[in-house]
């Protein structure tokens, strides 16, 4: 057996997770050189939410964020989580949308590309497989893990590893068995690993999550199955709704067959850093006590981290904190009637607002754009068909589509290059606008006040002048 390999999430999955993805550079960019020395053997540090909250709420350049950690982390991997055909955004992109992002993100630093569809429909990581090749990067295709009746048989361990195999065929350099919500138990990722090695010849990886109290359990026994690399988040940021402990697990398999090789003084500096991070995040709020605490109704609502912690603080702003229970227990019913997608974003989020509608306004009183868009086929594919009847219910004599979404998508490039061009001032603008376009109009705003000193107490912002 080879040595297991680290992927370390606290830069990208552990923040989100735990709170709302909202660390900044400047929390993270001192401790990067001693990360760089630990010897990982990737560190997950963009991608998934982090874009989005960079613009949306930290004030910062996701792409600069980028080059800042590339610039400091020499020899560590990094890696970054890719929605298929929605790249970072919530909806379908164009075909050179999706290049043009997988090109910049490679050139500006990315080595590993972990391209996954919520819906397990390969047609949607087509685009972004091919782009990732391309560009030299290599290409980790996920398979969305996810649980669902079994008479439904719509997910199976050998539906997965025949997915597995699909995805190798396609161009994959690794597979990553994807378990954003902490379901897949020990004895079955045991089962599930040893039935995707069988499968595949190329390396597997496993990301879970905490959020039911399995994660370092379900790590191991994937391990003794011969899973090659597994996720972890170094302690102050591990647990709850992130991943399971780094130190913990590199002990566990000291001295073993599995032995990480990592040195736990070396991770004890990593620690040591994070920690008084997590205290300030305490104190302020933004980690809330209620996604550290095992969720074992994970496993029956099956709710990943970030879906819960959004779930969480979109009730809380609306005054109706006392609603969540009766939220969790909708968001089955409006998945199994959705065709059971895997919940992982967007699907997550489609699902998850649209539970809070039906518990707030009354079941499917009011559908959002998006709950309409997967049950018309807009997303993909869903795991088992949508009863016609319901279809009809939500888009009335609207047509589904059945063909790859993407397909009638024209090239939506040059024209957001033109749309972008008061605000650009780095190629990679155009790609912060095509995903995020007012959010990254504000984002840039703020820049060019910043870059013209008009963001002081002394600027008068309407005439964009100092008035002293
Ligand atoms: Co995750």
Request: with cysteine; charged share 25%; hydrophobic share 40%.
């Amino acid at each position: 057996m080879a040595k297991v390999k680290i992927c370390e999430t606290v830069l990208r999955d552990a923040h989100q997770s735990l709170i709302a993805t909202r660390m900044t550079t400047e929390d993270m960019l001192p401790i990067l050189e001693q990360m760089d020395k630990v010897g990982y053997y990737s560190l997950e540090a963009w991608g998934g939410a982090t874009f989005d909250s960079c613009l949306r709420f930290l004030n910062e350049d996701p792409w600069d964020r980028l080059r800042k950690i590339r610039a400091t982390v020499k020899n560590t991997k990094l890696q970054m989580l890719f929605r298929g055909q929605n790249i970072l955004g919530y909806r379908h992109y164009a075909d050179d949308v999706v290049e043009y992002f997988v090109q910049k993100s490679v050139a500006n630093g990315i080595d590993i590309i972990r391209i996954f569809d919520a819906l397990n429909d390969k047609r949607n990581l087509e685009t972004a497989i091919k782009a990732t090749i391309k560009e030299g990067g290599h290409v980790q295709a996920a398979i969305s893990y996810t649980i669902s009746p079994a008479s439904v048989k719509a997910h199976t361990n050998e539906g997965f590893a025949n997915y597995a195999k699909q995805l190798e065929e396609m161009g994959a350099n690794s597979i990553c068995i994807k378990d954003m919500a902490g379901l897949l138990t020990p004895y079955n990722a045991y089962e599930l690993v040893t039935m995707i090695k069988k499968k595949v010849k190329i390396p597997v990886e496993l990301h879970t999550h905490s959020t039911t109290g399995l994660g370092s359990m379900t790590l191991l026994k994937a391990i003794e199955a011969g899973v090659d690399i597994v996720d972890t988040a170094i302690s102050p940021m591990a647990l709850g709704t992130s991943q399971p402990p780094t130190e913990a697990l590199v002990a566990t398999l000291q001295g073993s067959q599995f032995d990480t090789g990592l040195d736990l003084k070396e991770l004890d500096k990593v620690a040591k850093h994070f920690m008084p991070l997590r205290e300030k995040y305490m104190e302020s709020g933004l980690l809330d006590p209620k996604v550290l605490k095992v969720d074992v109704n994970g496993l029956m609502y099956q709710v990943p981290g970030g879906m819960l912690s959004n779930l969480v603080s979109q009730l809380k702003q609306a005054g109706k904190s006392d609603k969540l229970d009766e939220v969790l227990a909708e968001v089955p019913r409006v998945r199994a009637d959705a065709g059971y997608p895997p919940l992982v974003t967007p699907s997550s989020q489609i699902v998850g607002t649209q539970a809070v509608f039906n518990v707030l306004m009354g079941r499917y009183e009011n559908c959002t754009k998006e709950f309409k868009g997967i049950v018309r086929g807009e997303y993909g594919k869903t795991p088992v068909p949508i009863d016609p009847e319901f279809t009809k219910k939500i888009i009335g004599d609207e047509k589904p589509i059945t063909y790859r979404p993407a397909d009638k998508l024209k090239p939506e490039l040059d024209e957001l290059r033109e749309k972008v061009k008061p605000w650009a001032i780095q190629e990679e603008d155009v790609l912060s606008y095509a995903l995020f376009d007012q959010v990254a109009v504000k984002f840039f705003e703020q820049r060019k006040n910043k870059m013209y000193n008009l963001d002081g107490a002394n600027a008068d912002f309407e005439k964009k002048i100092h008035t002293v």
